[in-house]
């Protein structure tokens, strides 16, 4: 039924949108998490007069703005390439896809800029309390156009509120407040905003540090550490929280995510969360060895986390993919068999409405319509397509857990020595405190690979595969454009860290 198609394409295509995305995401957390806390700064001056808040502000608002201006540039590379290799996928999904990228284009990203230009150029030119709402606004844009983006990725991951047109092959929009609000599409923003807040707030701490150990611009380094520890200690706790929302969504939407990233293969009731493990050596999809030969496990908690009741039952990657009729789980070679007869009667409807054949094109259609909920099932080869490269995805997974847990501890160390006033006796924390933004960028990756790798091979759950929804290019053709994009992002990035780091070497300017 799928055809042939040829694979190193689609995995160029892949490699390239990913490479945009990474780059990309180096910048946007840092856009989103950094703005709450220019508005925070910015109100704390406001309140105060104090000049030293105001030499405060505007260093990280230098900061941010540099910052912005290169994320950017590989924003608008990343919706291009929705149109470039993945036609397919636009033209199916456009109707739906392209409505929240349009409003984060003309909404949410023209407020955003619009009050930039005040926030960044309005000091001493317009009021204080209108120059403050510029901040405030600022920040509020750059959140909402996230907004917009994530619903569209979480459309993608539980595509709700649509229904697929067997006249125009697309599927096209029912609900737009359930493409909205669904829960996926809350959980995701909420836990990707609390994250890159987190991430702003390890930034400060990071450059802050770096000025404790010069022994430079102390009273500033003190002051926005305090702000950042409790800013960051919050958001860390509410990480965790819509990160438990997250996973939770995922049990009930994506269960092959969920045994993929917690290396289920074998469904069990009373569950087991794995703290810490390691992947079999030579683990094969379908055989019959555990996923993890070494591992320290919390009993019952993977139960309690899926379905909030520890006595619950959690399906493994063996269950998904060859059904357990004890526990009422259709396999991937049962909803193959019903894709196939979905694509096999979308086939037959559309050519006898072609010979104006409406008996035909009835029974056709009412044949379709009661397996469309597998279509996309229906391309793949063999059942085995089906399940996420499960190390890459394990592991993923995992570091990003522990790495989240040890967030708060180092937000409490940090306010704690500043509060005392004894951050300078502590080196090894100075250096730690340089190193967290990094590992907190680490954990954002993480958590990207996790959410789209953990999803493969699906570009919309259940519905339409990334082997089909690609464009019809050569390898060369998107290997060329790989390595163009490659170069570029680096050139920028380079650009980004070396006036980065000069306007860090530079300081808050003096009035």
Same mark, same amino acid.
């Given at each position: 039924?799928?055809?042939?198609?040829?694979? &190193?394409?689609?995995?160029?295509?892949?490699?390239?949108?990913? #490479?945009?995305?990474?780059?990309?995401?180096?910048?946007?957390? $840092?856009?989103?998490?950094?703005?709450?806390?220019?508005?925070?700064?910015?109100?704390?001056?406001?309140? =105060?007069?104090?000049?030293? /808040?105001?030499?405060?502000?505007?260093?990280?608002?230098?900061?941010?703005?540099?910052?912005?201006?290169?994320?950017?540039?590989?924003?608008?590379?990343?919706?291009?390439?929705?149109?470039?290799?993945?036609?397919?996928?636009?033209?199916?999904?456009?109707?739906?896809?392209?409505?929240?990228?349009?409003?984060?284009?003309?909404?949410?990203?023209?407020?955003?800029?619009? @009050?930039?230009?005040?926030?960044?150029?309005?000091?001493?030119?317009?009021?204080?309390?209108?120059?403050?709402?510029?901040?405030?606004?600022?920040?509020?844009?750059?959140?909402?156009?996230?907004?917009?983006?994530?619903?569209?990725?979480?459309?993608?991951?539980?595509?709700?509120?649509?229904?697929?047109?067997?006249? &125009?092959?697309?599927?096209?929009?029912?609900?737009?407040?359930?493409?909205?609000?669904?829960?996926?599409?809350?959980?995701? @923003?909420?836990? =990707?905003?609390?994250?890159?807040?987190?991430?702003?707030?390890?930034? *400060?701490?990071?450059?802050?540090?770096?000025?404790?150990?010069?022994?430079?611009?102390?009273?500033?380094?003190?002051?926005?550490?305090? *702000?950042?520890?409790?800013?960051?200690?919050?958001?860390?706790?509410?990480?965790?929280?819509?990160?438990?929302?997250?996973?939770?969504?995922?049990?009930?939407?994506?269960?092959?995510?969920?045994?993929?990233?917690?290396?289920?293969?074998?469904?069990?009731?009373?569950?087991?969360?794995?703290?810490?493990?390691?992947?079999?050596?030579?683990?094969?999809?379908?055989?019959?060895?555990?996923?993890?030969?070494?591992?320290?496990?919390?009993?019952?908690?993977?139960? #309690?986390?899926?379905?909030?009741?520890?006595?619950?039952?959690?399906?493994?990657?063996?269950?998904? #993919?060859?059904?357990?009729?004890?526990?009422?789980?259709?396999?991937?070679?049962?909803?193959?068999?019903?894709?196939?007869?979905?694509? =096999?009667?979308?086939?037959?409807?559309?050519?006898?409405?072609?010979?104006?054949?409406? &008996?035909?094109?009835?029974?056709?259609?009412?044949?379709?319509?009661? @397996?469309?909920?597998?279509?996309?099932?229906?391309?793949?080869?063999?059942?085995?397509?089906?399940?996420?490269?499960?190390?890459? =995805?394990?592991?993923?997974?995992? *570091?990003?857990?522990?790495?989240?847990? $040890?967030?708060?501890?180092?937000?409490?160390?940090?306010?704690?020595?500043?509060?005392?006033?004894?951050?300078?006796?502590?080196?090894?924390?100075?250096?730690?405190?340089?190193?967290?933004?990094?590992?907190?960028?680490?954990?954002? /990756?993480?958590?990207?690979?996790?959410?789209?790798?953990?999803?493969?091979? /699906?570009?919309?759950?259940?519905? #339409?595969?990334?082997?089909?929804?690609?464009?019809?290019?050569?390898?060369?053709?998107?290997?060329?454009? @790989?390595?163009?994009?490659?170069?570029?992002?680096? *050139?920028?990035?380079?650009?980004?860290?070396?006036?980065?780091?000069?306007?860090?070497?530079?300081?808050?300017?003096?009035?």
């Amino acid at each position: 039924m799928i055809g042939h198609f040829d694979l &190193t394409m689609v995995n160029w295509a892949r490699a390239q949108f990913a #490479l945009t995305a990474m780059y990309h995401w180096i910048f946007v957390p $840092l856009t989103l998490g950094l703005t709450w806390m220019l508005a925070f700064f910015h109100t704390i001056y406001y309140r =105060t007069g104090s000049e030293e /808040w105001k030499r405060l502000t505007r260093f990280w608002m230098k900061l941010f703005g540099i910052n912005f201006a290169i994320g950017v540039a590989t924003g608008i590379i990343l919706e291009f390439e929705f149109g470039t290799n993945w036609s397919n996928y636009s033209w199916m999904v456009g109707d739906i896809f392209g409505a929240p990228l349009a409003i984060e284009g003309l909404f949410a990203f023209f407020m955003e800029a619009t @009050f930039f230009a005040v926030m960044f150029f309005g000091w001493n030119r317009v009021g204080k309390r209108f120059h403050l709402l510029s901040t405030w606004l600022v920040a509020i844009g750059s959140n909402l156009s996230a907004v917009w983006i994530l619903v569209a990725n979480a459309w993608m991951q539980q595509p709700v509120g649509q229904e697929f047109n067997p006249e &125009t092959a697309r599927f096209e929009m029912q609900s737009f407040a359930d493409v909205v609000f669904s829960p996926v599409a809350v959980a995701k @923003f909420t836990h =990707t905003t609390s994250s890159s807040m987190l991430l702003a707030a390890f930034f *400060v701490i990071a450059v802050s540090s770096w000025f404790v150990l010069k022994g430079r611009h102390l009273l500033l380094a003190r002051r926005s550490i305090v *702000v950042a520890s409790v800013f960051g200690f919050t958001a860390a706790l509410f990480v965790i929280f819509t990160g438990d929302q997250s996973a939770y969504e995922a049990a009930q939407n994506q269960p092959m995510k969920l045994a993929a990233s917690e290396g289920l293969c074998f469904g069990q009731s009373r569950a087991d969360l794995i703290a810490v493990g390691l992947i079999t050596p030579g683990k094969k999809v379908g055989d019959e060895k555990e996923s993890c030969f070494l591992k320290v496990a919390i009993p019952g908690m993977l139960s #309690l986390l899926a379905n909030r009741r520890t006595d619950s039952f959690v399906p493994g990657v063996q269950d998904l #993919l060859y059904g357990n009729q004890e526990q009422g789980i259709v396999g991937v070679d049962e909803r193959m068999d019903n894709g196939h007869w979905a694509l =096999t009667a979308l086939s037959e409807f559309k050519e006898a409405r072609e010979s104006g054949n409406e &008996t035909a094109a009835a029974a056709a259609l009412e044949t379709f319509q009661r @397996f469309k909920a597998d279509l996309g099932y229906g391309f793949l080869e063999k059942p085995e397509d089906a399940v996420p490269p499960l190390p890459l =995805t394990f592991y993923s997974f995992h *570091v990003m857990v522990m790495l989240g847990g $040890l967030f708060p501890l180092i937000c409490i160390l940090f306010l704690f020595l500043a509060a005392k006033d004894r951050l300078g006796r502590y080196r090894w924390v100075l250096y730690l405190g340089t190193a967290s933004y990094f590992l907190a960028m680490v954990a954002h /990756w993480l958590g990207w690979v996790v959410a789209e790798v953990g999803r493969q091979p /699906w570009a919309i759950q259940d519905l #339409l595969p990334v082997t089909v929804a690609r464009s019809n290019l050569t390898v060369g053709t998107v290997q060329t454009t @790989f390595f163009l994009f490659l170069a570029l992002f680096t *050139v920028l990035l380079i650009a980004e860290i070396r006036i980065m780091l000069k306007q860090i070497s530079i300081g808050p300017e003096e009035d």
